[in-house]
């Protein structure tokens, strides 16, 4: 049925008549026991979420929703190995990239575990003789940088946990990413790097990405103008790809590649062979542990009745918000220096899934999907874009990230840290009323003609919604946990809205555009007729390019 028929959904919007005029202070208020009804732990991560505007009764209506749209039928189709991927015909089976059980996993009756572990093995011996120093450089030398050159699914997922889990970094290896053909990117990495010492790791499931292989040809040109020696390629390159026959092409030896595969989507693939370059720097031991903290996020979302089942609760209450309050945007607050990637990492994991507004089964939807996802580190979005979530006229609920351990930090910093990061969090939630303004006016010795003049300006409505995540610590197992709690939330997601959220065929259109300019900007050949102003900008780029007559 459509989701706009179903019964619990009509429920919620009867529902919303009334709850839209709460207040979340007076339901705090009204039932001390809040703090824990809304509370949720599993895999070393514990999340609040009492500071949203729901009852017990919202929740209630919100998981009949995720039942009646097919929720658990579509969990149990993604273990099953079952296509869900449809347009691409496509099964999305990344939980088997972090399944180290002897269980089966299944694609049409094929057991995929043998050989993704099998690939896991060959990455950690060749991870071990690159940081034990056994892997040496054409002059015999230890490798000391690893260069990853790939973009979106192929940068982002390893770039953030390379950042996350840099406490558990190997001293000699220092990581770079290469992802824009701005050649600014790369020439500033070389600039930094030895081609003796230097390891290039080419990262592209299709092995077509125009961005991917300039950058690589270019690195490679760099390399051999240095090494003077075609076959000292082996030992500096290496690619990670689903696409044997390209890798071959470009010269790297098909026994220096690691394959993942199709069911394994671009912005789900840290865990397969792209992440190589995470591997490299905090080795197999703590990679392992990675993966063991996403099974065990696999095993709880497959498993736990949906009301203790951590994505499912994210999932709706972010659908309370989009589809309800109309919220179009959701803010990831990491307290947390080096989960400063993260924002950006599901800003491409959510957008890029359930950035969509046709069903599965072709039909244009009538509803919101996926919000605007965006943020930064907190501590620093409090000095800057915080200012619109206190006062503006959007609704953008916010999840705060940070973990419990100091990870050794110096004297006072994390529990100021963590104090800004809670006093932010009870801010939104409470605000401030007129009253409160007031006082504090007064106990500044301002006088009452400018208090009621500065009144309007210093009360805070409050009643903004957020979720509070945290980490026992930021370690690869919490992390993982993390990640999944994210992956799975948007999948819940995509399946109430009745989206795929596996395929991507917007970025699959810049990628056909781009090729079909590039000819023009080089030879001035049109492929195709463009509108005015495209032709006037390609006009002016060539024109400014030609030689002065
Ligand atoms: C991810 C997307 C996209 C993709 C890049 C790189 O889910 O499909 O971000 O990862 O376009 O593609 P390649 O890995 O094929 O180079």
């Known amino acids: 049925m459509h989701l706009t028929e179903l019964p619990a959904w009509k ?54 929703l995720a039942r009646e749209a097919g929720v658990p039928e579509g969990i149990a189709a993604m273990f099953d190995g079952q296509r869900i991927n449809t347009t691409e015909q496509r099964a999305a089976l990344h939980v088997a990239l972090r399944n180290r059980s002897a269980q089966p996993m299944r694609i049409d009756g094929e057991d995929v575990m043998p050989k993704v572990l099998g690939v896991l093995q060959r990455m950690a011996a060749f991870a071990s003789k690159v940081r034990n120093g056994e892997w040496l ?21 390893s770039l953030m946990v390379c950042q996350a889990l840099r406490a558990h970094a190997h001293p000699r290896l220092n990581m770079h990413f290469v992802s824009n053909v701005d050649s600014a990117q790369l020439k500033e990495t ?21 961005e991917t292989l300039t950058n690589a040809h270019t690195a490679r040109d760099w390399f051999l103008h240095r090494a003077q020696d075609a076959t000292a390629v082996a030992r500096h390159f290496v690619a990670v790809s689903t696409n044997l026959k390209a890798v071959s092409a470009f010269g790297i030896d098909p026994s220096n590649m690691f394959e993942f595969w199709d069911w394994v989507g671009g912005r789900f693939s840290l865990w397969s062979a792209i992440g190589l370059p995470i591997m490299l720097s905090i080795g197999e031991r703590n990679f392992l542990q990675l993966l063991d903290g996403a099974h065990s996020m696999d095993l709880h979302f497959r498993d736990a009745p949906l009301e203790q089942n951590m994505p499912v609760v994210l999932a709706l209450l972010g659908i309370w918000y989009i589809n309800f309050f109309g919220a179009g945007s959701h803010v990831i607050a990491p307290y947390d220096q080096f989960l ?117 300006f210093k009360t805070f409505d409050g009643n903004r919604p957020s979720n509070t995540l945290l980490l026992d610590r930021l370690d690869p197992f919490c992390l993982g946990s993390l990640i999944a709690l994210y992956e799975h939330k948007i999948f819940v997601q995509g399946l109430v ?35 005015a102003s495209t032709a006037r900008l390609i006009a002016l780029y060539r024109g400014q390019r030609q030689p002065q007559a």
């Open 11 to 64: 429920a919620l919007w009867g529902h919303f008549t009334r709850a839209r005029d709460w207040h979340m202070r007076k339901l705090f208020e009204a039932d001390p026991q809040r703090a824990r009804t809304f509370w949720l732990e599993h895999g070393g991560l514990h999340l609040d979420y009492s500071k949203n505007r729901i009852t017990t009764q919202t929740l209630t209506l919100l998981l009949q």
């Open 137 to 157: 450089g054409y002059n015999n030398q230890p490798i000391t940088d690893v260069v990853n050159i790939g973009i979106g699914g192929s940068d982002l997922g």
């Open 190 to 210: 070389l600039r930094r790097v030895h081609a003796e010492t230097t390891l290039f790791i080419v990262e592209s499931k299709t092995f077509t990405t125009q």
């Open 340 to 456: 400063h990637r993260l924002p950006a990492y599901i800003q491409q994991l959510d957008m890029e899934s359930n950035g969509k507004r046709t069903t599965r089964s072709g039909q244009l939807v009538d509803y919101e999907t996926a919000p605007i996802i965006w943020g930064d580190s907190g501590i620093n979005g409090q000095h800057a874009f915080f200012q619109l979530l206190h006062q503006g006229t959007h609704i953008s609920p916010i999840d705060f990230i940070a973990s419990l351990d100091n990870r050794g930090s110096l004297p006072g910093h994390h529990a100021i840290l963590m104090a800004n990061m809670f006093a932010q969090a009870e801010a939104f939630m409470r605000g401030r009323d007129e009253l409160e303004a007031r006082a504090e006016l007064a106990a500044q010795g301002v006088d009452d003609a400018d208090i009621a003049r500065l009144l309007p």
């Open 497 to 531: 809205w009745g989206l795929n959220s596996f395929d991507q065929w917007g970025v699959e259109l810049g990628k056909q555009l781009a090729h079909a300019i590039l000819g023009e900007l080089r030879d001035g050949v049109a492929a195709s007729p463009h509108d």
